[in-house]
């Protein structure tokens, strides 16, 4: 006699792991959440702090964040992530959203200007930009550090909103702090050979890599550039592996120059939706 077919309350729930904990894999937790996904969703944290934004993620009853356990070697035929600590995650789908880290250490009072990384930084630079000039009562003047393309969007940003930037490729030593109450708190920068650029405010839109190390773990592939190479869909070269923001790259450019991190979940969680949905993969041969 056969067995019986296994009843829907039998049926194993979706796993979703998502390495990484930054915007784009919040953004992805929250889809999710909104969908009703009905599997188990954990997020490898590599902060050992506990954001309030997190925290709020980690109520959702199918969600669990384990707070200072990054990622850190990816068995893609067994379909298992390892963390640092060697505590190890059975997955059917995995998202990558490791982000990227800057190419250079931080310039002395980096924290005290605007920074341009990714798309999102758009909107924050322009509420920024929108209270120096209340304040001023006349279009701001602005330094803009940086190359490549960040720094282009960067540009675009600000004569949008009426920034007469005045460009750098020179890094400088040191970021000053502003004497102004309102908007950023830097509007000049000090050069190693003494020499400065005064303006209203200073936004730093330095190089960027993308954080790729899982994917030689899976024998992903990546861009010449870095970041994990993925298709319209954000599958990776592996099946069952997804990758969304900076730690992904799309025709060799970082995906978060690209498109905006909700808008990256969104879509993200479209195609993890359909994938759980669809019948589970066969183990593979011994």
Not at 24 to 39: D, E, H, K, M, S
Not at 159 to 178: K, N, Q, Y
Not at 241 to 268: F, M, P
């Amino acid at each position: 006699m056969s067995a019986p077919a296994p009843s829907p309350s039998t049926v194993p729930a979706t796993r979703i792991v998502i390495a990484g904990a930054g915007p784009a894999a919040q953004a992805l937790v929250r889809q999710l959440g909104r969908a009703q996904f009905a599997g188990t969703i954990t997020v490898l944290s590599n902060r050992d702090d506990t954001p309030e934004e997190l925290l709020e993620l980690a109520l959702l009853p199918q969600v669990s964040v384990r707070f200072g356990q990054p990622a850190s070697h990816i068995d893609a035929v067994n379909r298992t992530v390892a963390t640092a600590d060697g505590m190890e995650f059975a997955y059917d789908q995995l998202v990558i959203a490791t982000g990227s880290a800057p190419v250079a250490n931080p310039v002395e009072g980096a924290a005290q200007c605007l920074n341009y990384s990714t798309i999102d930084d758009a909107a924050r630079i322009g509420e920024a930009v929108s209270a120096v000039a209340r304040e001023l009562g006349r279009r701001p003047l602005g330094i803009l550090v940086g190359t490549g393309a960040a720094a282009g969007q960067a540009e675009a940003v600000l004569r949008a909103r009426g920034v007469r930037p005045i460009r750098t490729t020179a890094r400088p030593a040191a970021i000053v702090p502003s004497r102004s109450a309102a908007g950023p708190a830097a509007s000049a920068v000090i050069f190693e050979d003494g020499s400065s650029m005064n303006g209203d405010l200073v936004v730093l839109a330095e190089e960027r890599v993308s954080r790729d190390g899982l994917a030689a773990s899976a024998g992903l592939r990546t861009a010449a550039n870095g970041g994990i190479v993925i298709s319209d869909g954000f599958r990776t070269s592996v099946p069952g592996i997804w990758a969304i923001g900076d730690a992904a790259a799309y025709d060799g450019v970082r995906l978060g120059l690209l498109v905006a991190a909700a808008s990256a979940a969104g879509a993200c969680a479209t195609q993890l939706l359909t994938a759980a949905s669809s019948p589970a993969p066969l183990p593979a041969a011994a």
